[in-house]
Structures are given as C-alpha cells and as structure tokens.
C-alpha cells in the first residue's frame, strides 16, 4: 500500500467517524474525505510520521 493509498484509507475512515456523528452530511462525504486523504498525505510526505510506540511495561 503506498502512502497516498493509506491516506485515503484513514481519511475515508475519519470522515465516516464524522458522518456517523453528523457533523458532516452525506452530500458532502466524498470532498471531505478527499480533503482530509490530501492533508494526511501531505503531512506523510513533509516526514510528519508519530513517534515510535514504545513496548509496554505492563504485563
């Protein structure tokens, strides 16, 4: 999967978050996945990437 595939992914998934809560209609889904999937890629590609998990300590 290459970066501008997962950022569609994740931003599909964040906009459907958005859609079951209603604060985004069903209109307007599809620009506002498109919208979020190129801010997630453009973050992707500046190096903007969460840090690292670290191993939990607990057991």
Known sequence: ????????SVGT???DAL???GL????????AADIAAEEIYIRLTLGDYPPAEQPSSEG
Do not use: G, H
Request: net charge neutral.
């Open 1 to 8: 999967m290459t970066a501008k595939e997962w950022s569609r």
């Open 24 to 31: 985004v209609d069903r209109d307007n889904f599809q620009r």
């Open 19 to 21: 859609l079951d809560q």
């Open 13 to 15: 998934l964040a906009v």
